[in-house]
């Protein structure tokens, strides 16, 4: 993506495992395509992970600033693992590239090499996925990202309709698409991942129709429905995303914590969704349900 003369401010809070989705929660009700969650290598305890969040700078971001560390404040009534200082500083779109150039390194993930647009590596036989994220998330890193693409990997895609909610950078529409799927509609509320995907999805030289637009504002029903979102939103939407699953057809639902699955599997179960594949990586949770 090209740089521009927008500036953001970065939220990141530590925070314990226990308290990741909560904060996540929070955090996402500001941030421009939701959140990242920062998963330690080697899990050590208290405030082990990094929950963050970008916004605009502008004249109401401090204020927004100010909600988030009251909610977040308020979290500590509810006896979770605990939770650090909320940390802001200011970054700007240029910045954001180079943090990234310096994390994001190519993956094997499945079938998939993910790689950035600015390395050289070899794909050697796997498929390859190449993305510039810009401001979106979605890189591969990520547990619960790894997860789902090794669920597309292993579901009968080819041929299929998908529909990938909260698509963030476009990593799984794309996956997806590089699959055989005859169609793929990819949706997010955030413009800046809107723009990211499609960017992104013809870097890769796919057809994917992204769309600025929630579940709700999809018709008809798809094969396979991908939600790599968080648990509380996975709640909110259960309704939306059972609308969209075909009756032979399967939801992957992912970023959900450990803690928070039961209450994520009642209330998607509460919609007609029941649970055949469960996987649990680093505490986050991937389910795969059908009607």
Known sequence: MGTSALRWLELAVPTHAEAVEAASEILSRV???????????????GTDHTVKAYITLDADAYAKVSDIRDALGHLQAFGL???????VHEVRDEDWLESWKASF???????????????????DGATEIVL??????????HPTTRQCLEAICALAIDGRR?????????????????????EVIAVDTDQIAVDAAR????????????RHASAAGVDG??????????GATLM?????????????????AAGITREREPEVVAALAAHGLRVVERDERDDWVRLILTP
Request: proline share 6%; aromatic share 4%; net charge neutral.
């Open 31 to 45: 941030g421009h395509n939701g959140i990242a969650v920062e998963v330690p290598l080697e899990p050590r305890g």
């Open 81 to 87: 693992g605990p939770i650090g200082e909320l940390a």
């Open 105 to 123: 390194t190519p993956i094997r993930v499945g079938d998939f090499l993910i790689r950035p647009t600015w390395s050289e590596a070899v794909p």
């Open 132 to 141: 510039d994220p810009g401001m979106a998330f979605g890189t591969g890193l």
């Open 162 to 182: 998908v529909l990938d909610v909260g698509t963030g950078s476009g990593i799984l529409a794309i996956a997806a698409a590089k699959r055989g799927a005859r």
């Open 199 to 210: 960017e992104n999805a013809e870097r890769n030289g796919v057809r994917i129709d992204v």
């Open 221 to 230: 029903a798809f094969d396979v429905v991908l939600a790599n979102l968080v």
């Open 236 to 252: 909110q939407i259960a309704s939306d995303l059972r609308a969209r699953v075909a009756r032979s057809g399967r939801l992957v």
